[in-house]
């Protein structure tokens, strides 16, 4: 899934505020869990917030 499809289908806020709850769901789990699977698909979902949280200011940066 691209940034260019993800800003297409949703606003900016609410590209930032998906990202932003993907991180904090990311550190949540990872306080609570144990095992070495939910850690690494955290880490995953995580991640992937913190890109689509930076490529989406990286845009707003262009544009202003």
């Not at 932003?20 to 880490?43: D, E, M, N």
């Not at 995580?46 to 990286?58: C, I, N, P, T």
């Amino acid at each position: 899934m691209s940034n260019s499809f993800l800003r297409r289908i949703m606003s900016q806020n609410k590209l930032v505020a998906v990202a932003s709850v993907a991180c904090a769901a990311c550190c949540l789990s990872l306080a609570l869990t144990s095992s070495v699977a939910v850690a690494a698909f955290a880490l995953a979902l995580g991640g992937a917030g913190f890109l689509f949280f930076s490529l989406s200011r990286a845009q707003t940066l262009k544009t202003v």
